[in-house]
């Protein structure tokens, strides 16, 4: 059985790869603007079932995976910035808090009537605000493009104060469900998903453990 990630993000190909699958990349066609009144989790639910559904009625015999990545403040939803200067804003709103990170993934498999979506949420703590440091990680370019303005994996990791959750949820993809789904439509994991998340072997994945 073919396995398509609906995604062009570089960290979910990367993530899914830690599985030991062979799968393919697929572009998925949705609009992802924020619905007023919508919450983060319902909002991050839906968008991954657009991007599942957008692949999976043209490549209808195929296992697709959709996910999305949304962060609530205060129950507000963060979505990804469009310029450096709301990057700036939004972590500035971050910093000396706490927020959640939700990443939901669907698994769409036509052919038996498979359709489920599911959501894995971590916490994240930022440390308080300071603007060398932001205004450092802003110059990296780094925040455009990211949930929230920042990357676990990546440089927006020195932001962070702790994080309580499974770790490849906020890089994008949580490993530990996508396996789980993966394995009720049929798809043989190679790989011990105990011993992959003790292995930690993803960037800053085992220095966050530590926090």
């Known amino acids: 059985m073919r396995v398509v ?17 062979s799968f393919e990349v697929c572009s998925p066609s949705c609009d992802e603007c924020l619905v007023p009144g919508r919450s ?5 639910s839906f968008f991954a079932q657009a991007k599942a559904h957008s ?5 209808s015999e195929a296992i697709v995976l959709g996910s999305d990545t949304l962060i609530e403040l205060d129950g507000v939803v963060i979505g990804k910035p469009s310029d450096l ?14 927020h959640l990170v939700h990443t939901a993934v669907t698994l769409s498999f036509f ?4 359709d ?10 930022m440390k308080p605000y300071d603007a060398g440091a932001h205004e450092q990680y802003l110059a990296t370019g780094d925040s ?4 929230g303005a920042y990357s676990v994996q990546g440089p927006g990791s ?16 949580p490993l530990r469900l996508v396996a789980e789904l993966l394995a009720q439509a049929g798809v043989l994991i190679p790989v011990d998903i105990d011993r992959l998340y003790d292995s930690k072997p993803f960037e800053n994945w085992a220095r966050m453990a530590r926090m």
Do not use: C, N, Y
Request: proline fraction near 3%; glycine fraction near 6%.
């Open 111 to 114: 052919p038996r009537l498979i």
């Open 144 to 147: 455009l493009g990211k949930a």
């Open 85 to 98: 200067d709301e990057a700036r804003k939004m972590l500035r709103a971050l910093a000396g808090r706490r």
């Open 116 to 125: 489920r979506t599911e959501i894995e949420t971590a916490h994240v703590w």
């Open 5 to 21: 990630l609906a995604s062009t993000s570089p960290r979910r190909r990367a993530l899914l790869e830690l599985l030991g699958i």
């Open 55 to 59: 692949v999976a009625q043209v490549d």
């Open 40 to 44: 983060a989790r319902e909002s991050a």
């Open 158 to 173: 020195d932001l962070i104060e702790r994080l309580e959750g499974d770790f490849t949820a906020v890089v994008g993809l």
